[in-house]
């Protein structure tokens, strides 16, 4: 769960994206894994949601190295992926990695927490900034 106040507002990175109406310093804990906010999908349980459903919740959720899933309850299911972040995420937490400006979007490399994200290395998105 965020511990500073977000916003969900639209993203020059892609789509829409989670900012800060605060400024943060550098260090600063901006977000835990919460029981009862966040949740663990065991992966059989994704796998077995009817779609649209399945493939809407899967993309907003990151692959732990477990194999199991997990869906944040809160905007952070909305930060984008930054191969220069301004947050580092490790999956049960993130801090800032810089002094963060108020109304500035927040960004983490999503391969240092999503299993799926590490496997592929996201040359993908590489290509196409």
Known sequence: MFRVPTYVAPSPIAGVG???SVSI?????????????DLRL???VVAALPEPLGSR??????EEPDGRFVLCGDNAK???????????????HTVALRDIDA???LTCDYRAFDAESARSGLEEWRRAV
């Open 18 to 20: 989670v900012f800060t």
């Open 25 to 37: 310093p550098a260090g600063s804990l901006l977000w835990d894994f919460t029981e009862g906010v």
């Open 42 to 44: 065991d992966p059989a």
């Open 57 to 62: 919740i899967r993309m907003y959720c990151y």
């Open 78 to 92: 909305f930060m984008n992926h930054a191969f220069e972040p301004n947050c580092d995420d490790r999956g049960t």
């Open 103 to 105: 109304d500035e979007e």
